[in-house]
């Protein structure tokens, strides 16, 4: 397991910024992205995601993926008790260790080869696709 402070704050932030933007701000549920997914959603018929990283450690460790409103409502509970149990670094580290990075399963098993204090910005962005001619 990749312990937080391991990770590189470029691959923090970028997870953050595409993830849950107002992570350190919220209690595990970020009812200003509730209220524009709903927004949206009912708007332009589509789907539109408003979960939060804590809500997503819940779902992923605790719930099924299916979609109903009394698993989303477990998953707001859950994600309460783990805001109120854990810091919020604990549940980054949780999360970070438990998404999917390409072709590894985790951080915790990436295909980088160097040891994550040693990894650098090239190492956390994204690699265009190979060119051919």
């Not at 604990?90 to 295909?111: D, K, P």
Request: proline share 5%; net charge positive.
């Amino acid at each position: 397991m990749v312990k937080i402070q391991d990770v590189p704050d470029v691959m923090k932030k970028a997870i953050l910024a595409a993830e849950d933007e107002r992570f350190y701000q919220h209690g595990g549920v970020d009812y200003l992205s509730v209220v524009r997914a709903a927004w949206t959603n009912l708007s332009s018929g589509s789907q539109q995601g408003a979960g939060t990283i804590t809500m997503q450690v819940a779902r992923n460790f605790f719930l099924s993926r299916e979609k109903t409103i009394t698993r989303k409502l477990r998953e707001v509970l859950l994600a309460w008790k783990i805001e109120a149990s854990l810091g919020k670094d604990e549940i980054l580290e949780l999360y970070v260790n438990q998404i999917f990075l390409g072709r590894s399963t985790s951080a915790s098993r990436s295909r980088m080869s160097r040891s994550p204090r040693r990894r650098c910005w090239p190492d956390c962005r994204r690699r265009p696709p190979p060119t051919t001619r």
